[in-house]
């Protein structure tokens, strides 16, 4: 049996042991659905679709919210209680940055809803395979600052050696995605939308390798060219989570 088949099976056995959690675990996959159209087109020139799908998100975090006021099983209850105003700072800032014509703004507001959504799963150790990706994103950002900007020609030992450093911590948060790649199926995605993930988790993971060969070899050209092509490999992944129908049609 190959590695990551064996992987999968291990994730899949995971699934069936997962405590009872269910309702809340399918409205916190509701919320991301939304999450993930305001994050998206907030980071572009689209003005009337971000304050659609911004109109969206708040719609489904205060259906969240009602639903689930007091800390779940398993839950600290002062870190449920945290998070619930930090969110909602989060998307109140959102509001009011977007309202301004501030949509950078806005975007960098709601990339802290998806940073307190991991501290809390994490701490509670619930699985969830959007953490998976989140922890990626970090070491992923890093990875692209280290490489931005950088040339062969006027890159200096220094900036390699920052480049490794961050190609070594996304490489191993990568790991943690490809262990829990069969959660995927748990995300409210249709069967299409599933295959579509998985073959963009294989682009990331050869572009991560490509990565990685290319410092073995000293290319720094490669090195920095495939380091950047890193994020919007990740890019087209996390999207494929969102459910951009209503926002868009379609």
């Known amino acids: 049996m190959d590695h990551t088949r064996a992987l999968a099976i291990a994730a899949?056995?995971?699934?069936?042991?997962?405590?009872?959690?269910?309702?809340?675990?399918?409205?916190?996959?509701?919320?991301?659905?939304?999450?993930?159209?305001?994050?998206?087109?907030?980071?572009?020139?689209?003005?009337?679709?971000?304050?659609?799908?911004?109109?969206?998100?708040?719609?489904?975090?205060?259906?969240?919210?009602?639903?689930?006021?007091?800390?779940?099983?398993?839950?600290?209850?002062?870190?449920?209680?945290?998070?619930?105003?930090?969110?909602?700072?989060?998307?109140?800032?959102?509001?009011?940055?977007?309202?301004?014509?501030?949509s950078l703004d806005a975007h960098e507001d709601l990339e802290r809803v998806r940073e307190a959504q991991y501290t809390l799963r994490r701490a509670a150790q619930a699985p969830y395979f959007m953490d998976d990706l989140t922890a990626f994103h970090s070491a992923m950002e890093k990875l692209v600052r280290a490489a931005a900007g950088k040339s062969a020609a006027?890159?200096?030992?220094?900036?390699?050696?920052?480049?490794?450093?961050?190609?070594?911590e996304a490489d191993r948060s990568w790991q943690g995605v490809l262990a829990n790649r069969a959660l995927v199926v748990r995300h409210g995605i249709s069967a299409d939308k599933a295959a579509a993930v998985q073959t963009q988790i294989?682009?990331?993971?050869?572009?991560?390798?490509?990565?990685?060969?290319?410092?073995?070899?000293?290319?720094?050209?490669?090195?920095?060219?495939?380091?950047?092509?890193?994020?919007p490999a990740f890019a087209k992944l996390f999207q494929l989570f969102g459910d951009f129908a209503p926002v868009i049609g379609g």
């Open 154 to 168: 006027m890159g200096s030992d220094t900036d390699l050696m920052a480049i490794r450093a961050a190609y070594a």
């Open 12 to 102: 899949l056995t995971a699934i069936v042991a997962l405590p009872a959690r269910a309702g809340l675990h399918e409205d916190m996959v509701a919320l991301d659905r939304a999450y993930i159209p305001a994050l998206a087109l907030t980071n572009q020139p689209k003005v009337d679709l971000s304050r659609r799908a911004m109109e969206r998100l708040r719609v489904e975090w205060n259906a969240f919210r009602t639903a689930h006021s007091a800390a779940p099983d398993g839950y600290p209850a002062d870190l449920w209680a945290a998070t619930e105003r930090d969110i909602e700072a989060a998307l109140a800032a959102a509001e009011k940055n977007l309202a301004a014509g501030r």
């Open 202 to 231: 294989d682009v990331e993971t050869r572009t991560l390798a490509e990565v990685g060969a290319a410092l073995a070899a000293g290319d720094r050209t490669k090195a920095i060219e495939r380091a950047m092509a890193t994020k």
